[in-house]
C-alpha cells in the first residue's frame, strides 16, 4: 500500500496570506493526486485534480504542483472562508489513501 | 450533472450490521466507479472501498476485507455499502463518491453504541 505523508498537521494564517501544505508518498504515483477541502457538516470538495488541474468553480486562489513522490497545495491570498480541514489523496493504484489532513485557522 | 443521495442516519449496537444506501441521479454515465470513504469522529478521511456496478466488482481496503460488502442495483442505480460486525469505532460518517470524487453524496452518521 501506499503511504501518505502530510504536512503539516495544522497551521494559522491571516486573510490575504499565502500558505503551503505538502504531501509525500512512499512512492512514485506520477500525477495520480487529489486535494480536498472539507468543511464541518458538509462532504469533500474536490478542489486539485492530477495534482495540478484546478477543478471547475474553484477559485482560481488554488493551485497545486508536483509530481512523483512531492506534491503541494498552495493557497494564495487566503480568504476567511478557507478555514477548513484539507486533504491529499492518492488514486494510482488500491487501496486509495488520503492523507491525514492539515487544519487551517484563519487568524 | 450526477447527484448522489444516501440514506439517513442510523443507531446500531455492536456487535449488528449497518447497511447505507447511496443512490444516483441525473447524468450517471460519469460516475462509473463508486467509493465509499468515512470519517470518524476526530479522525481524518479513510477509503474503504469501492465498486464498479456495470461489473459489479468490489475492491476493499484490507482494513475492512471481511466485514464490508459493497454491492450495486443498476436497475435503481443504486450502490449499498453494508457493515458487519460493528464496533465502537465505527461511528463515523458514511459517504459515497462518484470516481473522479468529484461527486459526493450528503454523508450517513452511524453510531455504534450500547
Known amino acids: 500500500d501506499i503511504q501518505m505523508t502530510q504536512s503539516p498537521s495544522s497551521l494559522s494564517a491571516y486573510v490575504g496570506d499565502r500558505v503551503t501544505i505538502t504531501c509525500q508518498t512512499s512512492?512514485?504515483?506520477?500525477?495520480?493526486l487529489n486535494w480536498f477541502q472539507h468543511k464541518p457538516g458538509t462532504a469533500p470538495k474536490l478542489l486539485i485534480y492530477?495534482?495540478?488541474n484546478l477543478e471547475t468553480g474553484v477559485p482560481s486562489r488554488f493551485s497545486g504542483s508536483g509530481s512523483g513522490t512531492h506534491f503541494t497545495l498552495t493557497i494564495s491570498g487566503l480568504q476567511p472562508e478557507d478555514t477548513a480541514t484539507y486533504y491529499c489523496?492518492?488514486?494510482?493504484?488500491?487501496?486509495?489513501?488520503f492523507g491525514q489532513g492539515t487544519k487551517l485557522e484563519i487568524k | 450533472q450526477a447527484h448522489l443521495v444516501q440514506s439517513g442516519a442510523e443507531v446500531k449496537k455492536p456487535g449488528s450490521s449497518v447497511r447505507v444506501s447511496c443512490k444516483a441521479s441525473?447524468?450517471?454515465?460519469?460516475?462509473?466507479?463508486i467509493s465509499w470513504v468515512r470519517q470518524a469522529p476526530g479522525q481524518g478521511l479513510e477509503w474503504m472501498g469501492g465498486?464498479?456496478?456495470?461489473?459489479?466488482?468490489?475492491n476493499y481496503s484490507q482494513k475492512f476485507q471481511g466485514r464490508v460488502i459493497i454491492t450495486a442495483d443498476e436497475s435503481t442505480s443504486t450502490v449499498y455499502m453494508q457493515l458487519r460486525g460493528l464496533k465502537s469505532d465505527d461511528t463515523a460518517v458514511y459517504y459515497c463518491?462518484?470516481?473522479?470524487?468529484?461527486?459526493w453524496g450528503q454523508g450517513t452518521m452511524v453510531i455504534v453504541s450500547s
Open positions: 465498486i464498479l456496478p456495470q461489473f459489479a466488482a468490489a
Open positions: 492530477h495534482a495540478s
Open positions: 489523496q492518492h488514486f494510482d493504484s488500491l487501496p486509495y489513501s
Open positions: 512512492q512514485d504515483i506520477t500525477n495520480y
Open positions: 441525473g447524468d450517471t454515465s460519469s460516475l462509473y466507479v
Open positions: 463518491s462518484s470516481s473522479a470524487f468529484d461527486v
